[in-house]
C-alpha cells in the first residue's frame, strides 16, 4: 500500500494538477473569506470562519473529484491498469493507497488555511476572541468530509476509463452526498420521518462536528460511509474475476 501511496502522490507533484487544486482552493477561499464583501470577515464584524467551513465543502464538490479523476480511470485508459493488477498487491493495498494519496493531497490543500485562523485571533477584540472549539471541530467535519468525497471520486474512477465521466459521476454523487437528504427531508410531511432521513446525510454530521462538540456517533458515520464506498470500489475491481 505504502508503494502505491508514494507513487500515486509523486505523480500528482510532477504533474500540474497538485498545485492547480491547491491554488484554486487557497484563491477562492481568500477571496471569499477577505475580499469578497458578501462573504468577507472584516466585513461581517464577527471573528469566525463560517464562510470557510460554509463554502469549503462545495468547493470540494468539485476540487476533490478533480484529483481522484484519474486515479483508476487513466490506469484503464493507458492500459496499465493489468500490469498494477498482476503486482503482488491485494486490492485493498491497492485502492487504500491511492485514496491515501487523495486524502493527503486535500490536506495539504487545507494545511494553509491555519494563516486564517491565527488573523482572525488577532483580529478578535478583544485579541483572542474566537471559537477555537467550533473551528477545530469543524477542520476535523471538513476533514472528514474530504475523506468521504475521495472515497466517492475513487469509486467513480473506477467504473469507468473516461476521466471526465469520473468526474462528473463524483461530483454528482458527492453532491447528493452532502446535500440530497436535506432535499429530501424536505418533502417528508412527517417530522420524526424527516429528521431521520436528515440524519443520514453529510451535511447533519458535518454541522454536528462544526458545533465544536466531537460525537463518537458523527466519526462513526463518517468512516462507515467511507468504509462503504471503498467497497464498492473493491467489489468493482473484483468484477474482472467474475
Not at 508514494?6 to 487544486?21: D, G, M, P, Q, T
Not at 446535500?179 to 454541522?207: C, M, P, R, W
Amino acid at each position: 500500500m505504502v508503494q502505491v501511496l508514494f507513487k500515486e502522490f509523486n505523480s500528482f507533484l510532477n504533474s500540474l494538477i497538485a498545485y492547480i487544486v491547491i491554488g484554486v482552493f487557497l484563491t477562492g477561499i481568500g477571496l471569499l473569506m477577505w475580499v469578497f464583501p458578501e462573504t468577507a470577515v472584516p466585513d461581517s464584524g464577527y471573528a469566525q470562519m463560517d464562510t470557510l467551513f460554509t463554502l469549503g465543502p462545495f468547493v470540494f464538490i468539485f476540487l476533490v473529484p478533480a484529483i481522484t479523476m484519474r486515479s483508476f480511470a487513466e490506469e484503464k485508459k493507458g492500459g496499465t491498469m493489468e500490469l498494477l493488477l498482476t503486482k503482488p498487491l491485494s486490492d485493498w493495498q491497492i485502492l487504500l493507497g491511492k485514496f491515501f494519496a487523495c486524502f493527503i493531497l486535500v490536506l495539504f490543500a487545507l494545511v494553509p488555511t491555519i494563516l486564517y485562523y491565527f488573523s482572525i485571533y488577532q483580529l478578535g477584540n478583544p485579541v483572542g476572541n474566537i471559537d477555537t472549539p467550533g473551528i477545530m471541530g469543524s477542520y476535523i467535519g471538513l476533514a472528514l468530509l474530504a475523506a468521504v468525497f475521495c472515497a466517492a471520486g475513487i469509486f467513480a474512477s473506477s467504473i469507468t476509463p473516461n476521466q471526465i465521466i469520473a468526474f462528473i459521476v463524483a461530483a454528482f454523487l458527492c453532491f447528493i452526498l452532502f446535500t440530497g437528504f436535506d432535499s429530501l427531508s424536505a418533502l417528508i410531511a412527517t417530522a420524526d420521518n424527516a429528521f431521520l432521513v436528515k440524519q443520514l446525510g453529510l451535511n447533519f454530521h458535518y454541522e454536528s462536528m462544526s458545533k465544536g462538540l466531537i460525537d463518537s456517533r458523527d466519526i462513526l458515520y463518517f468512516l462507515s460511509v467511507i468504509f462503504l464506498l471503498l467497497s464498492c470500489t473493491r467489489l468493482t475491481l473484483g468484477s474482472r474475476q467474475w
